[in-house]
């Protein structure tokens, strides 16, 4: 008989958000991240979404919003998939005995079987709660296994903001104020001479690298990750490839670094679309002899666990999300989509001097943005970046929004590039509505006038002010 108690009365969570959800820009700026609400009124992002699904939100007026951001790429198959809704139904209705801390539930254990045959030259998986998370584990992991202290990462990267993977950081702007943090030393993606230079230290316990880095997209120039392999085993290091934003088919291949022929990380860190846009999971994978170092004795069992690891909600979602990606060939579809995207805006390259490049793969995208050749166009471009690097990138994400219903992101501070990483189940109609609206802003912003540089003559004083 079940013992299950009936909910109280007391709470009622549709009437606590229409009586309060209008107050969501002020309980913000007065309980949490003050700036957050600040940032969106600054640039005209201070939307109320009543509603989403699948790769669209809607708003108060009933007005669609297509996205290309994927809640940083948490929502790999949308908003809301029927599936992971029902898996999680399920699970909370199954009534399991979950977390007891001492017993083996058995969905983890599927969980890993099944992520496992999408790297089968990797045994066994740790799940935590989220992709900085990942990378802690695998960090601790790394310096266990090879007895070594050092880690090595590359200029750029982001692998998270916890303090160890806050370590392995290269972008300055979140590192500073942070310090002392660990003794980890940075190498440029691709410099495979500077990548043996630290090697030869012989302190290092291992690599962590994007396959392709998410502030600015750039990719792994070909052959570096194979050649950076054959160096760290040679040295007796590991290769740690973070697919926390690249993994689950976001660059038309299960994991990014599967591009590559004869590439074998030691770990590998997911997180991110595994969680269906539900339930905050992340998860290391790694090689037997690595795990078993470090679980070594029974007296070590809990050396390393995470209170809410492997919650059985986490662990649902995982599965059904597997499942949605097998049923609905999602690893195919991001490919061809990505392929479609990023041919037809590669094709407005000669068309606008503003547009230096498209770059990516699948449907991680990067569009990058520089110095016009005509002397009208180049005098506005200098005072933009006179004041600040990256704001040209903004004028065009935020008429994007306002006028066009689109939201996208710049890819990261200081830098003349949008990044797209849409929802793996958009296709032909999205692409359509994307490039025709990118073309709209790119008409504008090359027409020389217009609201789109008075919006940019009001992020230059923005700018200035907080300097």
């Given at each position: 008989?079940?013992?299950?108690?009936?909910?109280r009365?007391?709470?009622?969570?549709?009437?606590?958000?229409?009586?309060?959800?209008?107050e969501?820009?002020?309980?913000?700026?007065?309980?949490?991240?003050?700036?957050?609400?600040?940032?969106?009124?600054?640039?005209?992002?201070?939307?109320?979404?009543?509603?989403?699904?699948?790769?669209?939100?809607?708003?108060?007026?009933?007005?669609?919003?297509?996205?290309?951001?994927?809640?940083?790429?948490?929502?790999?198959?949308?908003?809301?998939?029927?599936?992971?809704?029902?898996?999680?139904?399920?699970v909370?209705?199954?009534?399991?005995?979950?977390?007891?801390?001492?017993?083996?539930?058995?969905?983890?254990?599927?969980?890993?079987?099944?992520?496992?045959?999408?790297?089968?030259?990797?045994?066994?998986?740790f799940?935590g709660?989220s992709?900085?998370?990942?990378?802690?584990?695998?960090?601790?992991?790394?310096?266990?296994?090879?007895?070594?202290?050092?880690?090595?990462?590359?200029?750029?990267?982001?692998?998270?903001?916890?303090?160890?993977?806050?370590?392995?950081?290269?972008?300055?702007?979140?590192?500073?104020?942070?310090a002392?943090?660990?003794?980890?030393?940075?190498?440029?993606?691709?410099?495979?001479?500077?990548?043996?230079?630290?090697?030869?230290?012989?302190?290092?316990?291992?690599?962590?690298?994007?396959?392709?880095?998410?502030?600015?997209?750039?990719?792994?120039?070909?052959?570096?990750?194979?050649?950076?392999?054959?160096?760290?085993?040679?040295?007796?290091?590991?290769?740690?490839?973070?697919?926390?934003?690249?993994?689950?088919?976001?660059?038309?291949?299960?994991?990014?670094?599967?591009?590559?022929?004869?590439?074998?990380?030691?770990?590998?860190?997911?997180?991110?679309?595994?969680s269906?846009?539900?339930?905050?999971?992340?998860?290391?994978?790694?090689?037997?002899?690595?795990?078993?170092?470090?679980?070594?004795?029974?007296?070590?069992?809990?050396?390393?666990?995470?209170?809410?690891?492997?919650?059985?909600?986490?662990?649902?979602?995982?599965?059904?999300?597997?499942?949605?990606m097998?049923?609905?060939?999602?690893?195919?579809?991001?490919?061809?989509?990505?392929?479609?995207?990023?041919?037809?805006?590669?094709?407005?390259?000669?068309?606008?001097?503003?547009?230096?490049?498209?770059?990516?793969?699948?449907?991680m995208?990067?569009?990058?943005?520089?110095?016009?050749?005509?002397?009208?166009?180049?005098?506005?471009?200098?005072?933009?970046?006179?004041a600040r690097?990256?704001?040209?990138?903004?004028m065009?994400v935020?008429?994007?929004?306002?006028?066009?219903?689109?939201?996208?992101?710049?890819?990261?501070?200081?830098?003349?590039?949008?990044?797209?990483?849409?929802?793996?189940?958009?296709?032909?109609?999205?692409?359509?509505?994307?490039?025709?609206?990118?073309?709209?802003?790119?008409?504008?912003a090359?027409?020389?006038?217009?609201?789109?540089?008075?919006f940019?003559?009001?992020?230059?004083?923005?700018?200035?002010?907080?300097?």
């Amino acid at each position: 008989m079940s013992t299950a108690r009936p909910p109280r009365s007391g709470f009622d969570l549709a009437a606590l958000l229409a009586e309060r959800g209008a107050e969501r820009y002020e309980l913000h700026s007065r309980h949490l991240n003050h700036q957050l609400p600040r940032m969106l009124r600054t640039i005209g992002f201070d939307k109320v979404y009543e509603r989403a699904e699948g790769a669209y939100f809607w708003d108060t007026e009933g007005q669609d919003y297509l996205d290309m951001l994927a809640g940083f790429g948490v929502m790999g198959l949308g908003r809301h998939h029927p599936v992971v809704r029902q898996a999680l139904h399920d699970v909370l209705d199954a009534q399991l005995a979950d977390l007891t801390r001492f017993d083996c539930p058995p969905l983890p254990g599927l969980l890993a079987e099944r992520l496992l045959r999408y790297a089968p030259h990797l045994d066994r998986v740790f799940f935590g709660n989220s992709g900085t998370e990942a990378v802690e584990t695998a960090l601790k992991f790394a310096r266990y296994a090879t007895g070594r202290r050092r880690m090595l990462y590359c200029s750029h990267a982001f692998h998270g903001l916890t303090t160890g993977s806050l370590s392995v950081n290269g972008e300055e702007g979140f590192r500073r104020g942070f310090a002392p943090l660990l003794p980890d030393t940075a190498v440029e993606l691709g410099d495979l001479a500077a990548l043996e230079r630290e090697l030869k230290r012989g302190d290092v316990a291992g690599f962590v690298v994007e396959p392709i880095q998410g502030k600015g997209v750039h990719t792994a120039p070909p052959g570096f990750l194979r050649a950076a392999q054959e160096l760290l085993h040679r040295h007796k290091a590991l290769l740690i490839a973070d697919e926390v934003q690249t993994g689950l088919g976001r660059t038309g291949t299960f994991f990014a670094y599967q591009h590559e022929e004869g590439v074998e990380p030691d770990l590998v860190c997911v997180a991110k679309a595994l969680s269906g846009g539900y339930v905050p999971v992340g998860a290391t994978l790694g090689k037997d002899w690595i795990f078993k170092k470090v679980y070594s004795a029974m007296d070590r069992v809990l050396v390393h666990s995470a209170s809410f690891g492997s919650n059985a909600q986490a662990m649902a979602a995982g599965l059904a999300v597997l499942a949605v990606m097998e049923d609905e060939q999602i690893v195919e579809r991001a490919r061809r989509t990505g392929d479609l995207l990023r041919t037809r805006l590669a094709a407005l390259v000669d068309r606008y001097e503003m547009l230096h490049e498209v770059r990516g793969r699948g449907l991680m995208i990067g569009i990058e943005f520089g110095r016009p050749r005509s002397l009208g166009l180049r005098s506005r471009w200098t005072m933009l970046q006179a004041a600040r690097k990256g704001l040209f990138a903004q004028m065009v994400v935020v008429p994007l929004l306002q006028r066009h219903r689109i939201l996208t992101q710049v890819s990261g501070d200081h830098l003349e590039v949008i990044k797209l990483i849409p929802p793996l189940i958009i296709g032909e109609p999205e692409v359509e509505r994307f490039v025709a609206a990118f073309t709209a802003v790119m008409d504008e912003a090359h027409a020389g006038g217009g609201l789109m540089w008075e919006f940019g003559r009001t992020l230059v004083k923005q700018a200035v002010a907080n300097r």
